[in-house]
């Protein structure tokens, strides 16, 4: 099936498009792949409680889901512990690499240690649907 010719009137996708998409229709790509749940990414929405991540747990991401909050709002509740680096707000996401510290969210607090980067999940990634 990765034939270069033109089979009939069509061409071959997978000669068109080698490799699938970071984001659309197919259910694939490293963003798909970099946040789909599993053993690395540790999925949290309000009402789960308080939450302690430590580096053995294997958590390299925490997907916070429906917090109707946006990222420079969750930044700004992060308190790195005394001599942890600063986290970073990056394109989506926020960047721990190093960081401990808490994410006090209400009256829920998360403790982590050894997260990679923390992403927004749900219907609060997008401000536009709840009427804002």
């Not at 970073?88 to 690499?97: P, Y």
């Not at 994410?103 to 609060?124: D, H, M, N, P």
Request: aromatic content about 6%; proline content about 8%.
């Amino acid at each position: 099936m990765n034939s270069t010719e033109p089979c009939g009137k069509r061409w071959d996708l997978d000669y068109l498009m080698p490799e699938l998409p970071a984001q659309g229709r197919w259910q694939g790509g490293p963003m798909n792949q970099r946040l789909r749940p599993g053993r690395e990414v540790m999925v949290w929405h309000p009402g789960d409680g308080n939450l302690g991540i430590s580096a053995t747990d294997g958590v390299a991401t925490l997907r916070l889901e429906d917090t109707d909050r946006t990222l420079e709002q969750i930044l700004a509740a992060i308190r790195p512990d005394p001599g942890s680096p600063a986290p970073r707000a990056a394109l989506g996401e926020i960047e721990l690499k190093g960081v401990k510290g808490t994410l006090t969210l209400g009256e829920e607090v998360i403790r982590f240690a050894g997260l990679q980067r923390i992403v927004i999940w749900g219907y609060s990634a997008y401000p536009a649907r709840d009427g804002r």
